[in-house]
């Protein structure tokens, strides 16, 4: 099996990429991207679909469905540079759109890794539902957030937060701390240089088994919201 980690060449072509944003420098030097960027990121996401089935069966991974493409969508940015800088992968929750229910991700960049998940924008009416699964079943939710475990390897959950508890919930329930969240986030930030690690899979392995809990608790109101009918 190919190693499932990137190595000093990989970050050297992130480089020189953030240093020369250009199509026709890309495209020259296209095969320098497949071999040390995208087959070592393709590589990890083969292991990790095999890894995965222990325990989260349930998220999409795949190249066709986790790896984000190169260039980036300039449509409605102001900033027209064509590549991004760094190599992504997203693990999404079969059955959910791509970016709305809560997964997995990682990316590594000439100057950072970061590798985590959760819920990062979530609709008005899955936060909703969310919040009152969180109410209804916040001995659980405290089970996964506040384990020591899950605080060690994440640091504890993150994410944009109200000032006040959100309207419909009493200011004084249990659960307000964690009602005032906008945001679901867990995760990690390594130097970029932990990406040739001979610990870098291991540790990426770890911390999403860690996360798995917390994404499958997420998706749960949303997998059980009624269809809207007027959807095909």
């Known amino acids: 099996m190919a190693s499932a980690r990137f190595t000093p060449k990989s970050l050297a072509f992130l ?4 240093r020369n944003n250009d199509r026709e420098w890309f495209k020259a030097r296209r095969d320098e991207y497949e071999a040390h960027v995208r087959r070592p990121m393709v590589a990890i996401i083969d292991r990790l679909a095999e890894d995965f089935r222990a325990f989260a069966p349930d998220l999409l991974t795949s190249e066709r469905a986790s790896l984000y493409r190169i260039y980036r ?11 991004k800088t760094h190599i992504a ?23 950072e890794v970061w590798a985590g998940g959760g819920m990062y924008m979530p609709q008005t009416a899955q936060l909703q539902r969310v919040r009152e699964h969180l109410a209804a079943n916040l001995t659980r939710f405290r089970a996964i957030v506040e384990s020591p475990a899950f605080r060690r390897r994440t640091g504890g959950l993150d994410g ?3 000032q006040r508890v959100p309207r419909g919930f009493a200011p004084d329930h249990p659960a307000a701390e964690y009602l005032k969240f906008r945001q679901f986030l867990a995760g990690r930030q390594y130097s970029a240089a932990f990406a040739t690690s001979p610990r870098f899979y291991a540790t990426l392995l770890a911390l999403f088994r860690e996360i798995a809990p917390l994404v499958t608790f997420l998706n749960e109101p949303l997998l059980r919201a009624p269809k809207d009918p007027l959807l095909p």
């Not at 969508?73 to 590549?83: G, I, N, V």
């Not at 999404?92 to 960049?109: D, I, M, Q, R």
């Open 15 to 18: 480089r020189a990429l953030k």
């Open 73 to 83: 969508d300039t449509r409605f940015s102001a900033d027209k540079s064509p590549l």
């Open 89 to 111: 992968a997203i693990f999404p929750w079969k059955g959910l759109p791509k970016h709305e229910g809560a997964g997995l991700y990682f990316h590594v960049s000439p100057s």
């Open 160 to 162: 944009e937060q109200l």
